[in-house]
């Protein structure tokens, strides 16, 4: 048997392609897992990101200038 992964960002549209898929002539099963974030440091990161922390650069002299500062630390 033979897998296919589907990735859904949206999860409100979880159960049409869960039905959709299911109406596919062939398809034995249809399982939803959840994935979750692989370390905490990656989890807190990206929860970082999506609540607009983080360093803006306005250009990119500026981002160069942030990373060379960052062998001085």
């Not at 999506?50 to 990373?67: M, N, P, Q, S, W």
Request: proline residues 3%; aromatic residues 2%; hydrophobic residues 40%.
């Amino acid at each position: 048997m033979t897998q296919l992964i589907v990735s859904i960002e949206n999860p409100s549209m979880l159960s049409d392609i869960r039905a959709a898929i299911r109406m596919i002539r062939g398809v034995v099963s249809v399982k939803t897992e959840k994935t979750g974030v692989s370390n905490p440091e990656t989890a807190a990161a990206i929860s970082e990101a999506e609540a607009g922390k983080g360093i803006r650069c306005h250009t990119f002299a500026d981002y160069k200038k942030l990373v060379s500062d960052l062998d001085d630390v």
